[in-house]
Nanobody
Framework: QVQLVESGGGLVQAGASLRLSCAAS????????MGWFRQAPGKEREFVAG????????HYADSVKGRFTISRDNAKNTVYLQMNSLKPEDTAIYYC???????????????WGQGTQVTVSS
């Protein structure tokens, strides 16, 4: 089992940047594929980005491709989401997710953090 704690959310203006962090504890961090999901009010949760065990492979939702970058530091048991050129439609609660495989990640993952709010004003 792994515990996940997100940080770094906040209120920013459109065009600004934020970096989210997710600290993991518990079983070996490098044994998990990691990712970020988000859920906006009244909308279903959606996959945002994922990163492989080593960090060598990443994948993104089309809506964030070219603006967001996911990375991980296995020595620090931490995964990051660098968000640039933020738009009001990026407003959501962002969740850090761990999974044993990439397919499991994309289908909803195995472990979730409590979430961090990101609000982008126009």
């Amino acid at each position: 089992q792994v515990q996940l704690v997100e940080s770094g959310g906040g209120l920013v203006q459109a065009g600004a940047s934020l970096r989210l962090s997710c600290a993991a504890s518990g079983r070996s961090f490098s044994s998990y594929v990691m990712g970020w999901f988000r859920q906006a009010p009244g909308k279903e949760r959606e996959f945002v980005a994922g990163v492989s065990f080593s960090g060598s492979s990443t994948h993104y939702a089309d809506s964030v491709k070219g603006r967001f970058t996911i990375s991980r530091d296995n020595a620090k048991n931490t995964v990051y989401l660098q968000m640039n050129s933020l738009k009001p439609e990026d407003t959501a609660i962002y969740y850090c997710v761990a999974a044993l495989t990439t397919p499991r990640l994309k289908s909803g993952g195995d472990y979730w953090g409590q979430g961090t709010q990101v609000t982008v004003s126009s």
